[in-house]
């Protein structure tokens, strides 16, 4: 159910959020909070490469199955930012 309504979410946001993010296309972008990778798939389609994370395992799983092609983990946390990255991203419902 998450990921059908937080789709149209991600449908309705994507053009805006890919114009912010017209400077750094095709650099390194973190996504926080990716749930189940519904502007993952916005952001790698508009040629950015993408580390996508979520504190929640399952919705982890859930992008995986939906066939997010971004590194994706649990969490990134106290971890040093990987280097190249342009960007963070994230996106409320």
């Known amino acids: 159910m998450h990921a059908r309504g937080f789709g149209k979410h991600a449908y309705r946001c994507a053009p805006g959020v890919l114009d912010l993010l017209a400077p750094v296309k095709g650099g390194l972008l973190l996504e926080v909070g990716c749930g189940a990778g519904a502007l993952t798939r916005y952001l790698l389609a508009a040629g950015h490469r993408v580390l996508a994370t979520d504190a929640?395992?399952?919705?982890?799983?859930?992008?995986?199955?939906?066939?997010?092609?971004?590194?994706?983990?649990t969490a990134?946390?106290?971890?040093?930012?990987p280097p190249g990255l342009r960007a963070v991203t994230g996106v409320r419902s």
């Not at 990134?76 to 930012?81: I, N, T, V, Y």
């Open 56 to 73: 929640s395992a399952a919705m982890v799983e859930l992008a995986r199955r939906y066939g997010v092609a971004a590194t994706v983990g």
């Open 76 to 81: 990134f946390g106290d971890a040093e930012l």
